[in-house]
């Protein structure tokens, strides 16, 4: 039976940062419970139902990305009727912290995700490392990463070069080696672009017995805001806890970036820098015939000139 939804989650967007973060844990303390940890992190929960969703994200991403500049967690609430963990960060930090360590620690200790029928973690990029760090806290746990990097140890990436003021930080310790942390998983899922090569390297630490990688080829390196604007991530979420995200399904939902701008861009470029005018023309047909879209239009009128040009001459 589908959730009811409600007027949760309440709109933030015009609130400064100070209020819009004193509003969140309002929020937490009236629904379940907020926690600070330290100068860069905080921990909201809102109790629903028997279906929790750890969500680890940056209060930038939020801001960018959220039109009611609310957590992920927060749309699973009206929407599903879950209960959310929104593990927040100031800064791109990994959550590298000891207050965080702590936290998860206390949760395991407390029982915490005993009291969950299914348990979720979540994040892109470094909170997707993070997604896979701290699910060790909830054995059997399903994961959804989004492009997550293993581990900044230049021991181990050090090919990768995107973050070089991280080098410094601790990979080593508690919650160290991302793909290690998965193994009492139930299972995960990593969402990468193949041709962005450091998400795919990072991709290829996570192979394991239960993870399934999931290729996203010309939809880049922001996946997760692309997926928003598809309308997909709830899709995806819902599937990981119904245990239902195999590469069929997971085929048949990404055929909506069929109608994707950016991606459709992305995909032209790249037939455009192959020389493969066929593809392109095909693609822009295609395109036109379905969408208004100038740029497919002009391209499609060039390389149509093109063949006119090559006719006159034979």
């Known amino acids: 039976m589908a959730h009811k939804k409600t007027s949760f989650p309440p709109d933030l967007s015009r609130l400064s940062r100070a209020d819009w973060l004193a509003q969140l844990r309002n929020i937490g303390d009236n629904k379940g419970f907020s926690e600070p940890l330290g100068k860069h992190h905080a921990g909201i929960f809102v109790e629903d139902g028997d279906t929790l969703l750890v969500s680890f994200e940056s209060m930038s991403g939020i801001e960018a990305?959220?039109?009611?500049?609310?957590?992920?967690?927060?749309?699973m609430v009206r929407s599903n009727g879950w209960s959310s963990l929104s593990v927040l960060s100031h800064g791109d930090t990994w959550f590298?912290?000891?207050?965080?360590?702590?936290?998860?620690?206390?949760?395991?200790?407390?029982?915490?995700?005993?009291?969950?029928?299914?348990?979720?973690?979540?994040?892109?990029?470094?909170?997707?490392?993070?997604a896979a760090a701290y699910s060790v806290a909830s054995p059997g746990a399903r994961v959804l990463m989004l492009q997550p990097q293993a581990t900044l140890d230049p021991r181990v990436t050090e090919w990768d070069d995107r973050f070089p003021e991280l080098r410094r930080r601790d990979f080593t310790s508690r919650y160290g080696f991302a793909p290690d942390m998965i193994d009492a998983a139930h299972h995960a899922h990593v969402l990468y672009d193949p041709r962005e090569q450091m998400d795919a390297m990072h991709s290829a630490l996570f192979e394991r017995r239960n993870v399934t990688r999931h290729r996203m080829p010309y939809m880049g390196s922001a996946l997760q805001t692309d997926l928003i604007a598809l309308d997909l991530l709830p899709s995806l979420l819902t599937a990981v806890a119904e245990d239902r995200l195999d590469r069929l399904a997971f085929?048949?939902?990404?055929?909506?970036?069929?109608?994707?701008?950016?991606?459709?861009?992305?995909?032209?470029a790249r037939t455009d820098a192959d020389g493969r005018d066929e593809l392109s023309r095909l693609l822009c047909q295609n395109v036109v015939s379905r969408m208004h879209a100038p740029r497919f239009r002009r391209r499609l009128a060039a390389l149509e000139a093109e063949d006119d040009q090559v006719a006159d001459h034979d």
Do not use: K
């Open 96 to 130: 590298r912290d000891h207050r965080v360590f702590g936290f998860f620690d206390q949760l395991l200790d407390d029982g915490f995700f005993d009291e969950f029928e299914n348990v979720i973690f979540y994040g892109a990029g470094p909170c997707g490392y993070a």
């Open 251 to 268: 085929a048949q939902m990404l055929r909506a970036r069929r109608d994707h701008p950016p991606y459709l861009r992305r995909l032209l």
């Open 65 to 75: 990305l959220s039109t009611t500049r609310t957590p992920i967690g927060f749309d």
